[in-house]
Every structure is written in structure tokens, then in C-alpha cells.
T-cell receptor, first 114, second 114 residues
Framework: GESVGLHLPTLSVQEGDNSIINCAYS??????FIWYKQESGKGPQFIID???NMDKRQGQRVTVLLNKTVKHLSLQIAATQPGDSAVYFC?????????????WGLGTSLAVNP | DGGITQSPKYLFRKEGQNVTLSCEQN?????MYWYRQDPGQGLRLIYY???????QKGDIAEGYSVSREKKESFPLTVTSAQKNPTAFYLC?????????????FGPGTRLTVT
């Protein structure tokens, strides 16, 4: 399943499928990007980050892709599990800039169907 | 275990009363942040502090106040001047206040004002 994360959409996928969550970032000067996962009633949890000198970075079951040409970021989750159900936020920043200026997307809600 | 703690998890207050939310971190991080999150929304920055005895307003500081007397503590006071204080409040910290460093979040405090 795939979504565009600008207005807190909901992405619904079957357990075991791959998920793709998209994010269109706003600032062309941003060079550091983070994905966070937020479960209901909890604080956001860091998933993975990527700097602008890379276009792909892999973690455990997650991959982040960065396309600077179109200012697009995506998070791919392999073999989605029920525990992956959460809201996913992308955030952008500038290396060496002020971390106060971490710009947050609105989030995408991922629902995993067993 | 290192981390960020927020207390209490749930807080109820009557309109017109000031209330202080606690945030403590033992990560030895220089920078700390307060965010507000409304249902189905992203995070909005209230205040941040890059170093002890210094703090600056975020995007929605009106009706809030903070202090940073100790490195590990960054309490937030929601004053009676805040027009719509009911929300989920999240505290975060990062190694430095510069961009390029992830922010670590506490579990949040859900404040209800009636």
C-alpha cells in the first residue's frame, strides 16, 4: 500500500505486505530528514534518518528513500506487522542549523489488518 | 535506563488555574523542547532551550511559560491565558540544539481543562 502524507491520510495494508509512506517536504534547503513512529497515546519514536548526501538508507525492515529533485521522502516497511500500526511522521531540518527548526509533516496513519 | 520522563500521564484542571507539567531527562542532552499535539494533528513547538538558563519561544508560546534552571529539567507551565489548553503535551531532548540530531521524546502528558 502507498499514501501521500500531507493531511493525515490512513494507509491500510494486510499483514505481511510491504508498506510505503510518502512525504513531500517543503524546504529545499533541508538536508537532514527523520522518520518517527507514534503509537496511540505515546511519544514519537525515532525510526531512521537520512542526510541529503544519500538517496537511500536501510534499517531493520525499513528503508528510507530521498528524492531531492522533487523534494520527496518515503518510508518503506517490509513485511508489515500488526505492531507497525501507528502514525508515521516525517521531519526535515538543516545540518548545522537550529534544531528548533525541525519541520514536522502532518503524519500518516498506518493500519495493519491481520 | 536513560530516557525522558514526563509526569503525570494524565492531568485534569479547572479553567482559570495554572498547571505545571514536568519533564526530566538523564541523557545529558543540552537541548530540550516542548510540543503540543492536538487530535489528528502534527507537533507544534511551544518553547525550546538550547542550554541551561536560556530558552526561546517556539511557534505557539502564548499562554505558556518555561524555566531551565537545571540541565535535566524543563518544566512547562500552562497558564490561564492559554485559550485552549486541552491537548497532548510532549517533551523532547537532543544532544545539541543544532540541526542534524534526532530528538528523543517522553511519553507525553494529556491535559484536560474543563
Amino acid at each position: 500500500g502507498e499514501s501521500v502524507g500531507l493531511h493525515l491520510p490512513t494507509l491500510s495494508v494486510q499483514e505481511g505486505d510491504n508498506s510505503i509512506i510518502n512525504c513531500a517536504y517543503s524546504n529545499s534547503a533541508s538536508d537532514y530528514f527523520i522518520w518517527y513512529k507514534q503509537e496511540s497515546g505515546k511519544g514519537p519514536q525515532f525510526i531512521i534518518d537520512i542526510r541529503s548526501n544519500m538517496d537511500k538508507r536501510q534499517g531493520q525492515r525499513v528503508t528510507v528513500l530521498l528524492n531531492k529533485t522533487v523534494k520527496h521522502l518515503s518510508l518503506q516497511i517490509a513485511a508489515t506487522q500488526p505492531g507497525d500500526s501507528a502514525v508515521y511522521f516525517c521531519a526535515e531540518n538543516q545540518l548545522g542549523g537550529n534544531n528548533r527548526k525541525l519541520i514536522w509533516g502532518l503524519g500518516t496513519s498506518l493500519a495493519v489488518n491481520p | 535506563d536513560g530516557g525522558i520522563t514526563q509526569s503525570p500521564k494524565y492531568l485534569f484542571r479547572k479553567e482559570g488555574q495554572n498547571v505545571t507539567l514536568s519533564c526530566e531527562q538523564n541523557l545529558n542532552h543540552d537541548a530540550m523542547y516542548w510540543y503540543r499535539q492536538d487530535p489528528g494533528q502534527g507537533l507544534r513547538l511551544i518553547y525550546y532551550s538550547q542550554i541551561v538558563n536560556d530558552f526561546q519561544k517556539g511557534d505557539i508560546a502564548e499562554g505558556y511559560s518555561v524555566s531551565r534552571e537545571k540541565k535535566e529539567s524543563f518544566p512547562l507551565t500552562v497558564t490561564s491565558a492559554q485559550k485552549n489548553p486541552t491537548a497532548f503535551y510532549l517533551c523532547a531532548s537532543s544532544i545539541q540544539g543544532q540541526g542534524g540530531y534526532e530528538q528523543y521524546f517522553g511519553p507525553g502528558t494529556r491535559l484536560t481543562v474543563t
